[in-house]
């Protein structure tokens, strides 16, 4: 349970605890509000003054109750609220709260689900590229370790679950990583995070051959398997080395100038239409276009006679700027 909650519950139940002992003195002893309030005070506290005393035998049974069990309770509260100070869990429930109502304002964010292993380089990767993202794990070492190196949104809690997710603002997020180390923890991810945003994309991870399918089947968009790209980059390497150190070169040196973006193109844009070659893309901007992606189908390597159409997802690769005059042009803005 949340500490906030629990001490406000225990606060409750022992202002609860107050007034039953007021009302039962009302009612046994027929003291005034006043006079039971003050005997239940002193009764809970242990100070005894004696100007107010029980004339019953109901009401002593009362004040014996009060002192055996109320102020065993009293002290239970007081000692959990007074560690909540001595160790700093206050400023922690404050600066939760703050981070939460601070995820609440995020729209368009990626939600990862697990800080591991294959969880840290989504991380990594997306601070890079300066992405608006929640972490969601159950280990709050690791979520503490994130904060600490980076700023970044935490959710302490179970993936799985919907409340977890409400709290990553799963109906304001744009996509999803699921990267807990079970594949039946991401099937299961996957299915509840459809059924609350259906328009989300999820990329999930998926350990075991035979799991591929399952995720696929509960709305994966993407399936990505550690072990099989492992072994493919591996293979590769081996046979050609070269070609793989350009790759990971381009792909993961933060220094290098080169980056591969997506660009679609707008219906209203200049690039509707024209060719490759018309477009003049190259002499404007500089930037390469690698890929097209239309629909479900991805044109590798176009030529200069292939059509660009608006809606087209245009692969591409150069600096930084000339992929931001790319896309001022597939937006028709002033270059």
């Given amino acids: 349970m949340d500490l906030l909650k629990r001490t ?4 409750c139940l022992v202002i609860s605890l107050i007034l039953s002992g007021v009302l039962l003195y009302v ?3 027929d003291f005034t509000p006043l006079d039971a309030l003050w005997l239940t005070i002193v009764s809970l506290t242990t100070v005894g003054y004696g100007d107010v005393v029980p004339q019953t035998v109901a009401g002593r049974l009362l004040t014996l109750l009060l002192i055996m069990g109320g102020v065993s309770f009293l002290t239970y509260v007081l000692g959990t609220i007074v560690g909540i100070f001595v160790e700093g869990k206050l400023t922690d429930i404050v600066g939760r709260q703050r981070m939460e109502k601070k995820i609440s304002t995020l729209e368009n964010h990626i939600i990862v689900c697990g800080a591991g292993r294959i969880g840290k380089q989504v991380i990594q990767r997306l601070i890079k590229e300066n992405v608006p993202f929640v972490v969601i794990d159950l280990s709050e070492e690791r979520l503490l370790a994130l904060t600490e190196e980076n700023v970044v949104f935490v959710v302490h809690g179970d993936a799985t679950e ?3 997710l409400l709290r990553a603002g799963i109906h304001k997020a744009t996509g999803l990583v699921a990267s807990l180390p079970e594949d039946s ?10 059924g609350m945003n259906s328009h989300i994309k999820i ?3 998926a350990n075991q051959d035979s799991s591929i399918q399952k995720l696929q089947r509960a709305g994966a968009d993407k399936v990505v398997s550690p072990a099989v790209i492992g072994g493919r980059r591996m293979a590769i390497s081996i046979l ?7 790759i990971e070169t381009l792909m993961y040196e933060s ?15 200049d690039l509707d239409g024209r060719s490759l070659k018309d477009s003049r893309i190259k002499q404007e901007s500089g930037a390469m276009v690698i890929a097209i992606k239309r629909n479900q189908e991805i044109i590798h390597n176009p030529t200069p006679g292939t059509i660009i159409n608006g809606g087209d997802l245009l692969i591409a690769l150069g600096t930084r700027n000339q992929l931001k005059l790319l896309e001022r042009l597939t937006t028709n803005e002033q270059v």
Avoid: H, M, W, Y
Avoid at 8 to 11: C, G, M, S
Avoid at 255 to 269: A, K, R, V
């Fill in 8 to 11: 406000i519950i225990l606060i």
């Fill in 27 to 29: 009612i046994v002893e």
């Fill in 162 to 164: 919907d409340e977890t």
């Fill in 185 to 194: 923890e991401n099937v299961f991810v996957t299915l509840t995070a459809k």
């Fill in 203 to 205: 990329v999930a991870r």
């Fill in 240 to 246: 050609k080395p070269a070609s793989v150190e350009f």
């Fill in 255 to 269: 220094g290098l100038e080169f980056e591969i973006e997506e660009l679609s193109i707008d219906q209203n844009s």
